[in-house]
């Protein structure tokens, strides 16, 4: 059973962290072309994607860790605190602020077409985070992999 439910943690992670590893690289793509057109359809697409697939992915993958912590390791352990401490920002961060930006990004452009100022600030500005949360879930991987412990 317990392989089993690391086998879903990893399928989730691979999901989320590789979806969002390539939701980076689109990004920058999708922003430097000439079609005024693909950013706004992006921004629509980032926010179905993200209720679609990574919010699930993120739940399933934390549900499948305490279920792999709770048989065989331990919340007291350095790398798992760290780890779900990481996830909380990230899920929390994508609730409360990329995931409403992007409601907002995608209505300024339905507004004021895809050329918005307010649509391409708000798509920088979710960009920025957006990588920082990408950063820690590299780390969060890390932990998983290195499994560091801090001395006493």
């Known amino acids: 059973m317990y ?9 989730c992670a691979i999901i989320w962290v590789g979806g969002a590893a390539y939701s980076q690289v689109l990004g920058v793509f999708v922003a430097r072309s000439d079609d005024p057109a693909d950013v706004p359809k992006l ?10 697939l990574f919010l699930p992915a993120s ?3 934390f549900v499948a860790g305490l279920i792999m912590t ?11 605190s760290i780890a779900i ?11 409360v602020y990329v995931g409403p930006r992007l409601a907002k990004m995608a209505g300024a452009f339905d507004a004021e077409g895809p050329t918005s ?5 708000l798509l920088r500005k979710v960009i920025l985070v957006s990588r920082a949360e990408l950063v820690m ?4 991987v890390g932990l998983m992999v290195f499994k560091p412990t801090l001395a006493a």
Request: charged share 10%; no cysteine.
């Open 43 to 52: 921004a629509n697409n980032f926010a179905r994607i993200g209720m679609l």
């Open 70 to 80: 709770v048989s065989r390791w331990s919340f007291t352990q350095t790398w798992i």
């Open 59 to 61: 739940i399933i993958l």
């Open 85 to 95: 401490a990481l996830w909380l920002v990230s899920v929390i961060s994508g609730a």
């Open 117 to 121: 100022s307010t649509g391409l600030g």
């Open 3 to 11: 392989e089993l439910v690391k086998y879903v943690h990893i399928v």
């Open 137 to 140: 879930l590299f780390v969060i």
